[in-house]
């Protein structure tokens, strides 16, 4: 398991997906910064992962016993042999600074809810860093999450159980297979020997491409 700590978090990455101006005004900025600095002094980012050879038998993709559906996740994991399965939280501490704010100041929520979806993609982009150093003859995909093209949400608590992750993290799945706590991902990611072709990545792979706000406003997610 990896314990990280959430350093600086990117504030304009978080004003865009609160749909703000790249320059907010001073109220704005001072409420940015003052959630910034509360979410990273409570919240306990962790990550658990586990590497997993690839089982490819009649026109099937598995790994650990759990099956992989799916076209866009058979493209992905083409040209590999194994693939990291990893899980990552903020804690539940996000979760519940969230909430409060959101009980008397929603514009103080809306930020702290932007901040920590910046904030844990942040902690999985350093956790990668650390599987690569980990791992310094391996090539790897980047991660493809549940949700992103035909992959199932279904397979979250396939994944959970794989990863020990309600033990280790405390990270358990609703019956609608969302994650609680609500800021944590769960992801895989392939492996080789050898160097690999870059897949697709973006809104055309994403089940949310038709109805993606980032996408209604000319950006990206």
């Known amino acids: 398991m990896l314990t990280l700590p959430l350093e600086a978090i990117d504030k304009q990455e978080a004003l865009r997906y609160m749909g703000c101006p790249a320059e907010p005004d001073e109220a704005l900025r001072t409420v940015v910064d003052t959630c910034e600095q509360q979410l990273r002094r409570t919240v306990q980012p962790r990550v658990v992962y586990r590497v997993l050879p690839l089982c490819r038998e009649a026109g099937t993709l598995s790994a650990g016993g759990m099956q992989l559906t799916g076209e866009d996740i058979a493209r992905h994991l083409a040209e590999c042999d194994r693939m990291l399965l990893m899980a990552a939280t903020l804690s ?60 199932p949400l279904s397979l979250q608590p396939e994944i959970l159980r794989l990863l020990d992750a309600e033990k280790r993290l405390g990270l358990t799945v609703t019956a609608e297979h969302i994650l609680i706590p609500r800021k944590s991902v769960t992801a895989i990611i392939g492996l080789a020997d050898h160097p690999l072709k870059k897949g697709a990545r973006g809104c055309a792979t994403c089940r949310m491409r038709e109805t993606c706000m980032f996408r209604k406003g000319g950006t990206h997610c």
């Open 92 to 151: 539940g501490q996000a979760d519940q600074l969230i909430h409060r704010a959101g009980i008397s100041d929603m514009t103080r929520s809306l930020a702290m809810d932007a901040l920590a979806s910046a904030g844990i993609e942040q902690v999985c982009n350093r956790a990668e860093e650390c599987f690569r150093e980990q791992l310094p003859d391996t090539y790897f995909t980047w991660r493809f999450s549940p949700g992103y093209g035909d992959l």
